[in-house]
């Protein structure tokens, strides 16, 4: 089974700087690997996703992640924050589909990224 | 818009209440899932279909049922509420590995 480990329950950076959230995943093959954004009272955003060509990704709202075989690893970055960025941010896995279907993603549990001014 | 609509979006339920939350998608897509998310803990898988008429359990299944009678919907059901399942449920569906799709959330309380 699959598994993803965000560490930091808690980021907080100032606004114009550098953002990292970091992911680390588990899993007995390659797999797909996801973004997602959560502001207050919302759904979930796709800000980005991996599954398979570039290992590094680009996404919305200027945020990209590098896929990291060799680490496994999947970190989400943005070279300068703003004060809209705030929300929690989740990391997400699956396996390729097989013939039995999908089992849908595995979620990390979250990053809650807050900007200071 | 096309999309994934979750009803009721807010609910309150004593305790030993019963009550369905209704997942609609209209894009066609094969699979379905029940999400719950509660603080420090992300999104947890409670059940799943790969298609209509199947189901499957995922990692938070008791105290969960759930139907797809139809390939457009998925119910997830509480027979019995209990305080342990306030959470806000999230409903997703997807055609492939590579997209799904989550509907806005229902905010669950049981008191």
């Known amino acids: 089974a699959q598994s993803v480990t965000q560490l930091g329950s808690h980021v907080s950076v100032s606004e114009g700087a550098l953002v990292l959230l970091r992911c680390n995943y588990s899993?007995?093959?390659?797999?797909?690997l996801f973004w997602y954004v959560q502001y207050p009272n919302q759904g979930l955003q796709l800000l980005l996703k991996?599954?398979?060509?570039?290992?590094l990704v680009k996404g919305i709202n200027g945020f990209e992640a590098e896929f990291k075989k060799s680490e496994t690893s999947f970190h989400l970055t943005k070279p300068s924050a703003h004060m809209s960025d705030a929300a929690e941010y989740f990391c997400a896995v699956t396996l390729p589909m097989t013939g039995g279907g999908a089992d849908g993603l595995t979620f990390g549990k979250g990053t809650h990224l807050i900007i200071q001014p | 818009n096309a999309g994934v609509t979750q009803t009721p979006k807010f609910r309150v339920l004593k305790t030993g209440q019963s009550m369905t939350l209704l997942c609609a998608q209209d894009?066609?897509?094969?699979?379905m899932y029940w999400y719950r998310q509660d603080p420090g803990m992300g999104l947890r898988l409670i059940h799943y279909?790969?298609?209509?008429?199947?189901?499957a359990k995922g990692e938070v299944p008791d105290g969960y049922n759930v139907s797809r009678l139809k390939k457009q919907n998925f119910l997830l059901g509480l027979e019995s509420a209990a305080p342990s399942q306030t959470s806000v449920y999230f409903c997703?569906?997807?055609?492939?590995?590579?997209?799904?799709?989550f509907g806005s959330g229902t905010r669950l309380t049981v008191v």
């Open positions: 899993s007995s093959v390659p797999p797909y």
């Open positions: 997703a569906s997807s055609q492939s590995n590579y997209g799904y799709t």
């Open positions: 894009m066609n897509h094969e699979y």
């Open positions: 991996y599954t398979t060509g570039a290992t």
């Open positions: 279909s790969v298609g209509e008429g199947t189901t």
